[in-house]
């Protein structure tokens, strides 16, 4: 059995020895892999590099063998490599500078056919579109990283080996390089093999990494172990923040098992940074003595160098998270706040849950915690330099934006509570609202007696005033936060003991995600109770929000599939209505690839308040009053067009299996044959602009349907596409509870 499963490896390194002179650079290396994506992380220096060439055939190999899908290539000339299906992203990107980007990608383009296009190329790296008639020499770092990248994926490889593909890239091309490589894993038509200096883009798309260490592979870890323990990683790559430095250890060999190392006590006051490499390396360096490494050590207090990866969204199972018994965190500014934090953590903890005290803070100082705001902000994409900076405002959105991709990295988290002012709140809300729906998560702040819907948004984050101000610890205060810690204690405890017990009495049955507004309530309830038996179906009201709370599930994996029949927000996100979208609509979905069902529904008015908030601009238009509260505006065929190629660009994004249905007898129960915003020009040139602008695929279809969209008929095609496509996705998968 072992011996099939081998032969079948995308990629199977065995015993590897290649020398350079007398410098023995891989030294018996092992390693396979099978399908998906495996990451080879290790200090400059260390082989990294050479096992690419080797596998490329770029360097001579003295000894051992080297398979790719069972096939023998050790020794085989690179192009003859090349042609078996095995693409390379060298280090150095190696382009040519009198050729333009669409001249690359053309050459690249005739090698092997497959799903990568030039066109899919552009669509992933707009910025290579933008570019596309300048010369390799012309463009930036980046770009030229971008442009290495998009080459190789060309040959539409079997197995793809990227060495250091995120070398030189802003930080949000990081993050899209990496979602590139977490959706090649996914999608199973090639394997890749990274070697990465950045740990956290390694630990995220990879379930185990690869320590590379003198030629040698020294051992296989899981990634989630790996980007938790900053001690490790200090051990085994030289990189981290560190009160001490500790001598190197000889790491057991893959498969081994060794000792957890102490944790050293976190030093209060100036930190001191270490650099592994004091002097640049070479393919002969060794390692530096730890006299060199503490003389060039340097000291900070207020600015951490960035040493950590950009945000990424979470990913189960390749992202590195934090395991270990579910924890409550407390997180706020302790410069300002401690004490009224320690009075919150000491109660949660007196109730027995576990807790790790966060710090949050912004002016750099130091204090006593679990999780210190330097360790927070090295989750910054452009490290600490952009959190500790003079301006407060800054200061704060990129420490929010560093502790939600801290937190989107944490797998324990049981429950969130937090307090502190106006500041404090918008700077925990974030990551909140990026944690699933069900975790409690709770602020009490003096802002909780106002509009709280900037914190709030589409999660189910509890806000609780705080009556005095956050700002010390008095009676009323003392009662307020206490009953805050015990609200949270009580909803953690209460999900903890009731999991079990609801995953027993769970059906089983996979959600999806259906939109309705009143004008479609009849094909949503006939929907529904079609797919009752089979679905547990979540119905979201289209008034903003609701197609964000839809969205915000499907990013968070409690959602198997959509029926997007109602997509109306986006009326009111381009022509200025009270319920509209974000501009993010649609993108879960693009990013997940969920199966997705959807049609036009209400698409035939804009949603504003009383008529005297109605614009100047669309005095004289056709209206509808749906209540005192609410005025509705039929759209014209202009506006239809407009909102046509605006759904139509964003459905050609989407790689998931996509039926979108348009139903000629209108779009609402208002747009119907004899009903005030009956109008079938405009929308004729609504379903025009759509056929025109999507580009349609065997998995991407628009489908044109005689009905109404509340005629039972309707209604029952879309159950069929909706269960077609469910089952084409694969077998159902469990809402996450």
Same mark, same amino acid.
């Given at each position: 059995?072992?011996?099939?499963?081998?032969?079948?490896?995308?990629?199977?390194?065995?015993?590897?020895?290649?020398?350079?002179?007398?410098?023995?650079?891989?030294?018996?290396?092992?390693?396979?892999?099978?399908?998906?994506?495996?990451?080879?992380?290790?200090? =400059?220096?260390?082989?990294?590099?050479?096992?690419?060439?080797?596998?490329?055939?770029?360097?001579?190999?003295?000894?051992?063998?080297?398979?790719?899908?069972?096939?023998?290539i050790?020794?085989?000339?690179p192009?003859?490599?090349?042609?078996?299906?095995?693409?390379?992203?060298?280090?150095?990107?190696?382009?040519?500078?009198?050729?333009?980007?669409?001249?690359h990608?053309?050459?690249?383009?005739?090698?092997?056919?497959?799903?990568?296009?030039?066109?899919?190329?552009?669509?992933?790296?707009?910025?290579?579109?933008?570019?596309?008639?300048?010369?390799?020499?012309?463009?930036?770092?980046?770009?030229?990283?971008?442009?290495?990248?998009?080459?190789?994926?060309?040959? =539409?490889?079997?197995?793809?080996?990227?060495?250091? /593909?995120?070398?030189?890239?802003?930080?949000?091309i990081?993050?899209?390089?990496?979602?590139?490589?977490?959706?090649?894993?996914?999608?199973?038509d090639?394997?890749?093999?990274?070697?990465?200096?950045?740990i +956290?883009?390694? @630990?995220?798309i990879?379930?185990?990494?690869?320590?590379?260490?003198?030629?040698?592979?020294?051992?296989?870890?899981?990634?989630?172990?790996?980007?938790?323990?900053? &001690?490790?990683?200090?051990?085994?790559?030289?990189?981290?923040?560190h009160?001490?430095?500790?001598? &190197?250890?000889?790491?057991?060999?893959?498969?081994?098992?060794?000792?957890?190392?102490?944790?050293?006590?976190?030093?209060?006051?100036?930190?001191?940074?270490?650099?592994?490499?004091p002097?640049?390396? @070479?393919?002969?360096?060794?390692?530096?003595?730890?006299?060199?490494?503490?003389?060039?050590?340097?000291?900070?207090?207020?600015?951490?160098?960035r040493?950590?990866? /950009?945000?990424?969204?979470?990913?189960?199972?390749?992202?590195?998270?934090?395991?270990?018994?579910?924890?409550?965190?407390?997180?706020?500014?302790?410069?300002?706040?401690?004490?009224?934090?320690?009075?919150?953590?000491?109660?949660?903890?007196a109730?027995?849950?576990?807790?790790?005290?966060?710090?949050?803070?912004?002016?750099?100082?130091?204090?006593?915690?679990?999780?210190?705001?330097?360790?927070?902000?090295?989750?910054?994409?452009?490290g600490?330099?952009?959190?500790?900076?003079?301006?407060?405002?800054?200061?704060?959105?990129?420490?929010?934006?560093?502790?939600?991709?801290?937190?989107?990295?944490?797998?324990?988290?049981?429950?969130? !509570?937090?307090?502190?002012?106006?500041?404090?709140?918008?700077?925990?809300?974030?990551?909140?609202?990026?944690?699933?729906?069900?975790?409690?998560?709770?602020? !009490?702040? *003096?802002?909780?007696?106002?509009?709280?819907a900037?914190?709030?948004?589409?999660?189910?984050?509890?806000?609780?005033?705080?009556?005095?101000d956050?700002?010390?610890?008095?009676? !009323?205060?003392?009662?307020?936060?206490?009953n805050?810690? =015990?609200?949270?204690?009580?909803?953690?405890?209460?999900?903890?003991?009731?999991?079990?017990?609801?995953?027993?009495?769970?059906?089983?049955?996979?959600?999806?995600?259906?939109?309705?507004?009143?004008v479609?309530?009849?094909?949503?309830?006939?929907? *529904?109770?079609?797919?009752r038996?089979?679905?547990?179906?979540?119905?979201?009201?289209?008034t903003?929000?609701?197609?964000?709370?839809m969205e915000?599930?499907?990013?968070? +994996?409690?959602?198997? +599939?959509?029926?997007?029949?109602? @997509?109306?927000?986006?009326?009111?996100?381009?022509?200025?209505?009270?319920?509209?979208?974000?501009?993010?609509?649609?993108?879960?979905?693009?990013?997940?690839?969920?199966?997705?069902?959807?049609?036009?529904?209400?698409?035939?008015?804009?949603?504003?308040?009383?008529?005297?908030?109605?614009?100047?601009?669309?005095?004289?238009?056709?209206?509808?009053?749906?209540?005192?509260?609410?005025?509705?505006?039929?759209?014209?065929?202009?506006?239809? &067009?407009?909102?046509?190629?605006?759904?139509?660009e964003?459905?050609?994004?989407?790689?998931?299996?996509?039926?979108?249905?348009?139903? &000629? +007898?209108?779009?609402?129960?208002?747009d119907?044959?004899?009903?005030?915003?009956?109008? /079938?020009?405009?929308?004729?040139?609504?379903?025009?602009?759509?056929?025109?602008?999507?580009?349609?695929?065997?998995?991407?279809?628009? !489908?044109?349907?005689?009905?109404?969209?509340?005629?039972?008929?309707?209604?029952?095609?879309?159950?069929?596409?909706?269960?077609?496509?469910?089952?084409?996705?694969?077998?159902?998968?469990?809402?996450?509870?």
């Amino acid at each position: 059995m072992s011996e099939t499963r081998r032969s079948a490896a995308a990629l199977e390194v065995r015993g590897l020895d290649v020398y350079y002179g007398h410098s023995h650079a891989l030294q018996g290396v092992d390693l396979s892999l099978d399908a998906g994506v495996f990451s080879v992380v290790g200090r =400059n220096g260390m082989g990294k590099t050479t096992l690419c060439k080797a596998i490329m055939g770029l360097v001579p190999v003295s000894g051992g063998s080297i398979r790719v899908r069972g096939e023998d290539i050790t020794r085989r000339p690179p192009a003859h490599i090349a042609r078996l299906g095995v693409g390379y992203v060298p280090q150095g990107r190696r382009l040519w500078r009198s050729l333009s980007v669409d001249e690359h990608l053309r050459l690249a383009g005739g090698m092997r056919s497959g799903a990568w296009t030039v066109e899919r190329i552009y669509d992933t790296f707009p910025r290579l579109a933008e570019r596309r008639d300048h010369g390799g020499g012309q463009l930036s770092g980046g770009e030229q990283q971008m442009l290495a990248i998009s080459r190789a994926l060309l040959t =539409n490889p079997q197995l793809l080996i990227m060495d250091e /593909p995120t070398e030189g890239l802003a930080p949000v091309i990081v993050a899209q390089v990496e979602e590139m490589l977490l959706q090649l894993g996914e999608d199973g038509d090639m394997s890749v093999l990274v070697i990465e200096q950045n740990i +956290g883009v390694a @630990t995220a798309i990879s379930r185990n990494v690869a320590i590379m260490v003198n030629g040698r592979i020294n051992r296989i870890i899981d990634s989630g172990r790996l980007s938790a323990d900053r &001690e490790l990683q200090q051990r085994l790559l030289g990189v981290g923040l560190h009160a001490g430095l500790e001598p &190197e250890i000889d790491m057991p060999a893959a498969g081994g098992e060794a000792k957890p190392a102490p944790q050293p006590a976190r030093a209060s006051g100036p930190i001191r940074v270490y650099i592994s490499n004091p002097t640049p390396p @070479t393919r002969w360096s060794q390692p530096a003595p730890i006299g060199r490494i503490e003389a060039a050590a340097r000291t900070q207090s207020t600015q951490v160098a960035r040493l950590d990866e /950009p945000s990424r969204r979470k990913r189960e199972p390749a992202t590195a998270q934090t395991s270990g018994p579910p924890v409550v965190l407390i997180v706020g500014t302790l410069d300002t706040k401690g004490t009224e934090l320690r009075f919150i953590r000491d109660i949660v903890a007196a109730t027995g849950l576990r807790t790790r005290l966060v710090d949050v803070s912004t002016s750099g100082r130091h204090a006593t915690c679990d999780v210190s705001a330097q360790e927070i902000a090295l989750n910054h994409g452009r490290g600490g330099s952009a959190v500790f900076g003079p301006d407060r405002g800054a200061a704060v959105t990129a420490m929010a934006d560093a502790l939600t991709n801290w937190i989107k990295r944490q797998g324990n988290v049981a429950g969130v !509570i937090s307090a502190g002012g106006s500041g404090a709140a918008s700077l925990v809300a974030p990551a909140m609202r990026a944690l699933a729906v069900g975790v409690p998560k709770l602020i !009490i702040s *003096s802002v909780a007696s106002g509009d709280v819907a900037p914190y709030v948004g589409p999660a189910d984050i509890t806000m609780m005033y705080s009556v005095t101000d956050v700002q010390g610890l008095n009676s !009323i205060s003392r009662a307020v936060l206490s009953n805050g810690a =015990n609200a949270v204690a009580g909803m953690v405890k209460a999900r903890l003991d009731q999991r079990e017990a609801k995953e027993r009495a769970a059906s089983g049955l996979a959600s999806v995600g259906i939109t309705m507004f009143g004008v479609t309530t009849p094909a949503v309830q006939k929907i *529904s109770a079609d797919l009752r038996d089979d679905f547990e179906c979540l119905v979201f009201h289209a008034t903003g929000v609701g197609g964000r709370s839809m969205e915000k599930l499907v990013d968070s +994996g409690q959602l198997a +599939g959509i029926i997007d029949l109602t @997509t109306t927000e986006i009326c009111d996100l381009l022509m200025g209505g009270v319920f509209p979208a974000t501009e993010d609509r649609f993108g879960a979905v693009i990013r997940t690839r969920l199966p997705y069902v959807g049609s036009v529904g209400a698409l035939d008015m804009v949603n504003f308040g009383t008529p005297d908030t109605i614009p100047e601009r669309y005095r004289g238009r056709k209206f509808h009053v749906h209540n005192p509260q609410v005025t509705l505006m039929r759209t014209t065929a202009e506006e239809n &067009e407009r909102m046509g190629r605006w759904i139509g660009e964003r459905l050609n994004q989407m790689d998931g299996p996509v039926r979108f249905f348009l139903p &000629e +007898g209108g779009v609402s129960a208002l747009d119907a044959r004899g009903q005030p915003f009956w109008d /079938p020009e405009a929308d004729a040139a609504l379903f025009r602009t759509l056929e025109r602008t999507v580009r349609a695929t065997s998995n991407r279809q628009l !489908i044109r349907v005689k009905q109404n969209i509340n005629d039972p008929d309707f209604a029952s095609t879309i159950t069929a596409a909706f269960r077609t496509l469910f089952g084409r996705a694969g077998a159902r998968r469990r809402a996450a509870r």
